[in-house]
């Protein structure tokens, strides 16, 4: 039995610790990473658990850790390995994105530091970080997955039979490996993608080569916080995501915690369902979906880390969110907690008060 009130955590919530300290840092996703990582940070002073951490230099320190600022040009990998070494850190907590790999190479960090992981297994995180192979590995478990093809292929559209099916509704451009709504593009007409495709591929070639092309399905934007040990899944919460497009682009406004409630039973049995297809998604993770107009949900991606609804969790739920996750990490223990009431988070109001002048 792990003493929870002794570990020594390493946390670290990429964009805000410094992983872009070279880059401009896209507003919406260190907006988001900094409310997880102090929500985190929060429920783990919390259990008594001492944390270190850092944090570009660009962003105010945490207040419930200790944190060495990241200045731009300085390497952050260098950094991390240091604190890494310590002998004092028991365990790692990463929050990154999965794009280009970012977060399977942070998994590689700390499994190279000889550090225990905090998260979903290695396979688990590269099962899940391309929405191609999720798709795939998912569709071979018999789970509804929304149908794609690579934007470099648009045009095999036409032999395939979901394409009629669409044509009526729009169509998506996203990443494979995207995080959030950054280049995902609503389109009405397929004429419309195809022009769009002739510019991107001349414009930036690079993206280009990695978006995928998706029917648009009208119905609500679901997601679902799930806990799993090797042998069980609990979903604790789900919630309505508040997305809408504007412009052609779409874009994320917020989440209504745990207000997909009614939908929880459904929710089970699809993380159930995806727990089985891919054993290695442990601890805490999340999904998203579509809930089309005759209540059938549509697996859209996976997410194995903490995701924005973590935020509202220790409000919610009867015990400390962290611990639930500790538990089922370390111990192979899952606590049958779940949301007790309904809280709407709307990140469109919220402004962080701690970001400091760029």
């Known amino acids: 039995m792990h003493n929870k009130s002794r570990l020594k955590i390493w946390v670290c919530e990429y ?17 988001e990473g900094l409310l997880m990582r102090d929500a985190l ?32 040009g300085e390497d952050a990998e260098a950094l991390w390995r240091q604190q890494l070494a310590s002998d004092d850190v028991d365990a790692c907590w990463v929050i990154a994105p999965e794009t280009g790999g970012v977060l399977h190479h942070m998994q590689q960090l700390v499994q ?4 225990a992981w905090i998260g979903c297994s290695a396979d688990a995180i590269a099962q899940t970080s ?29 032999n395939l039979g979901w394409y009629h099916d669409a044509t009526t509704s729009g169509w998506v ?22 022009d769009f495709k002739l510019k991107i591929s001349n ?15 009208p119905g609500l934007a679901l997601s679902m916080s799930v806990l799993s040990t090797h042998a069980h899944v609990h979903v604790i919460a789900g919630h309505q995501q508040k997305v809408d497009i504007q412009q052609g682009c779409f874009h994320f406004d917020g989440a209504g915690v745990n207000e997909a409630a009614a939908y929880l039973p459904a929710m089970q049995t699809l993380a159930e369902r995806i727990h089985y297809a891919i054993p290695g998604l442990l601890g805490y993770w999340g999904a998203d979906m579509i809930l089309t107009p005759d209540n059938k949900l549509i697996l859209v991606e996976i997410n194995p880390r903490l995701t924005t609804p973590y935020i509202a969790l220790s409000q919610l739920l009867t015990e400390n969110p962290a611990a639930m996750i500790l538990d089922a990490i370390l111990e192979n223990k899952l606590s049958a907690a779940q949301a007790q009431a309904s809280c709407v988070l709307s990140l469109a109001a919220k402004r962080h008060t701690e970001l400091l002048p760029v």
């Open 15 to 31: 964009v805000s610790a410094g992983g872009l300290a070279s880059e401009a840092l896209p507003a919406s996703l260190l907006q």
């Open 41 to 72: 940070l929060a429920d783990l002073s919390a259990l008594g658990v001492d944390c270190i951490t850092s944090h570009d230099s660009r962003v105010a320190a945490p207040a419930h850790a200790s944190s060495q600022p990241l200045h731009p």
């Open 173 to 194: 451009v996203k990443p494979d490996d995207g995080a959030g709504c950054e280049f995902t593009y609503y389109f009405k007409n397929i004429s419309e993608v195809f």
């Open 203 to 217: 414009e930036n070639p690079q993206l280009f080569s990695k978006l995928l092309l998706q029917p648009y399905v």
């Open 130 to 158: 391309a929405k191609s192979v999720m798709a795939e590995v998912c569709q071979q478990a018999d789970i509804t997955v929304l149908p794609h093809v690579f934007l470099t292929q648009a045009e095999a559209l036409l």
């Open 112 to 115: 190279a530091a000889g550090k």
